[in-house]
């Protein structure tokens, strides 16, 4: 697994893995359609502070990492399909857990959302939420010895 700056040239693989990572879920959750899930990455989703995954020498996702000083802050993440259950988001939470170091780690991820088992295996968290999303936290575990 790699992960690079996304560029400008980018752009339209992002949205593509963000309709195609989360499309089912918000539909069947929520009712949104590709189109709407589009306005949202555009509005919501800032390429500076995305990161293209690739494996196997191909863009298999994106993360959007922002440092907000008290902790670090996923504002997205979004494996494509075919590279869902093969350990590429694993690889690339460790990887943004081992850039934060002491820093807490959050993101916010909506209840109907498979992912949060993942995010729970991963070590994350609940420390609030609405009716639709929950906030989790990951904080690095302290060494013995």
């Known amino acids: 697994m790699l992960r690079r700056p996304a560029t400008p040239w980018d752009r339209d693989f992002l949205e593509d893995a963000h309709i195609r990572a989360l499309g089912p879920v918000v539909l069947v959750g929520y009712g949104w359609t590709a189109e709407r899930l589009r306005s949202q990455f555009l509005k919501e989703v800032a390429l500076a502070s995305c990161w293209v995954i690739s494996a196997?020498?191909?863009?298999?996702?994106?993360?959007?990492?922002?440092?907000?000083?008290?902790?670090?802050?996923?504002?997205?993440?979004?494996?494509?399909?075919?590279?869902?259950?093969?350990?590429?988001?694993e690889a690339a939470m460790r990887d943004v857990f081992l850039e934060a170091g002491r820093m807490p780690v959050r993101l916010s991820v909506m209840h109907v959302n498979r992912a949060r088992t993942f995010y729970r295996r991963l070590g994350f968290r609940v420390i609030g939420g609405d009716r639709q999303r929950e906030l989790l936290e990951w904080r690095q575990q302290p060494t013995l010895g």
Do not use: C, F, L, M
Not at 74 to 80: G, L
């Open 56 to 89: 196997e020498g191909a863009r298999a996702g994106y993360v959007s990492v922002e440092d907000r000083k008290t902790h670090w802050y996923i504002d997205a993440i979004a494996i494509v399909p075919n590279y869902q259950r093969r350990g590429v988001g």
